[in-house]
């Protein structure tokens, strides 16, 4: 596939790279709230001068198709916040020979923004990856990337990367786009949930639930949707595990093998993007997984979930 984001474009007066045509959708007055809410500073000093390849292709039927309205808004998201507080350089890209090892070995971390379907086949590409992140470097998933690398509609996946992820969505959304979720804090004194202050808060986003290969026995969970707080009709067809748990993650960290992933399912709405926050949230997942930023990734005992 060919690489599209190799020119610059001039949005207002600042130059940003063009990693995709799309950029142009955002309005002037949205990208103005974006560059409010994103932090100011970064979370840690970097140790070294990192990079981060972020990918937003969505595949289905072998064919690159348009994907979430988000796509354009997380991206700028995440350049303006590596721009602004100095944390990385991101590189966007959607072009897969970038998953070649000696191109792979030049970033510090990949994140998959809202990609979903099966990105590449090649088996020498998906063994890089799963090693580059083994090795010590990190993963990032922004909401559908917890459903890519997934063949519709018999749903078969690759489940090395679900383990690596940490889940697999495959049960429909229980609550829409438009809907209203509270979201619990899970962790308040952790530093990747230091933005919302311990604070419970609501917000309208289209919510996955997770199966296999999902278990809060491998994850660090940040935060939750409140099951109490949040309407639970069971005509949302949960999934039968999710139905007798009602364990619905937003966000997580886990380190697999030497190193670092972050996956939050918060981002299938633009208005994701310039609420402060969350972006703040993102912020400190992308350092955690590029190794600047300290944080505990041993999963929370049950009983903190109960409390």
């Given at each position: 596939m060919?690489?599209?984001?190799?020119?610059?474009?001039?949005?207002?007066?600042?130059?940003?790279?063009?990693?995709c045509?799309r950029?142009?959708?955002?309005?002037?007055?949205?990208?103005?709230?974006?560059?409010?809410?994103?932090?100011?500073k970064?979370?840690?000093?970097?140790?070294a001068?990192?990079?981060?390849?972020?990918?937003?292709?969505?595949?289905?039927?072998?064919?690159?198709?348009?994907?979430?309205?988000s796509?354009?808004?997380?991206?700028?998201?995440?350049?303006?916040m590596?721009?602004?507080?100095?944390?990385?350089?991101?590189?966007?890209?959607?072009?897969?020979?970038?998953?070649?090892?000696?191109?792979?070995?030049?970033?510090?971390?990949?994140?998959f923004?809202?990609?979903?379907?099966?990105?590449?086949?090649?088996?020498?590409?998906?063994?890089?990856?799963?090693?580059?992140?083994?090795?010590?470097k990190g993963?990032?998933?922004?909401?559908a990337?917890?459903?890519?690398?997934v063949?519709?509609?018999?749903?078969?996946q690759?489940?090395?990367?679900?383990?690596?992820?940490?889940?697999?969505?495959?049960?429909?959304?229980?609550?829409?786009?438009?809907?209203?979720?509270?979201?619990r804090?899970?962790?308040?004194?952790?530093?990747?949930?230091?933005?919302?202050n311990?604070?419970?808060?609501?917000?309208?986003?289209?919510?996955?639930?997770?199966?296999?290969?999902?278990?809060?026995?491998?994850?660090?969970?940040?935060?939750s949707?409140?099951?109490?707080?949040?309407?639970?009709?069971?005509?949302?067809?949960?999934?039968?595990?999710?139905?007798?748990d009602?364990?619905?993650?937003?966000?997580?960290?886990?380190?697999?093998?030497?190193?670092?992933?972050?996956?939050?399912?918060?981002?299938?709405?633009?208005?994701?993007?310039?609420?402060?926050?969350?972006?703040?949230?993102?912020?400190?997942?992308?350092?955690?997984?590029?190794?600047?930023?300290?944080?505990?990734?041993?999963?929370?005992?049950?009983?903190v979930?109960?409390?």
């Amino acid at each position: 596939m060919s690489n599209a984001y190799n020119v610059l474009l001039l949005i207002g007066f600042v130059t940003i790279p063009a990693w995709c045509a799309r950029a142009q959708e955002i309005p002037p007055e949205r990208r103005a709230l974006m560059e409010q809410a994103v932090p100011a500073k970064a979370f840690a000093k970097p140790v070294a001068p990192r990079r981060l390849l972020v990918v937003s292709l969505h595949v289905r039927d072998g064919k690159p198709v348009r994907g979430h309205e988000s796509i354009p808004y997380g991206n700028l998201a995440i350049d303006l916040m590596g721009r602004r507080t100095g944390a990385y350089e991101a590189v966007f890209s959607n072009d897969m020979d970038m998953f070649r090892p000696d191109k792979l070995r030049q970033f510090d971390a990949v994140c998959f923004n809202n990609t979903a379907g099966v990105l590449f086949e090649d088996a020498d590409r998906r063994k890089a990856l799963l090693e580059f992140v083994a090795g010590g470097k990190g993963l990032v998933g922004i909401h559908a990337a917890a459903a890519t690398f997934v063949q519709w509609p018999r749903y078969d996946q690759w489940p090395e990367f679900g383990e690596m992820l940490g889940a697999y969505e495959n049960g429909g959304h229980p609550w829409k786009p438009h809907e209203t979720i509270t979201i619990r804090v899970e962790d308040p004194s952790h530093p990747l949930t230091a933005p919302f202050n311990g604070r419970s808060f609501q917000i309208s986003d289209e919510v996955f639930q997770f199966q296999h290969p999902y278990s809060r026995q491998k994850l660090r969970i940040l935060l939750s949707i409140d099951t109490e707080r949040t309407d639970m009709n069971p005509a949302r067809r949960f999934l039968p595990e999710r139905a007798a748990d009602r364990d619905f993650p937003i966000s997580w960290i886990r380190v697999w093998h030497r190193g670092r992933v972050f996956y939050c399912s918060l981002g299938h709405n633009p208005h994701i993007f310039w609420n402060a926050p969350v972006l703040a949230h993102y912020l400190a997942g992308i350092q955690y997984c590029l190794g600047d930023l300290a944080a505990d990734a041993m999963p929370l005992p049950e009983s903190v979930r109960k409390n």
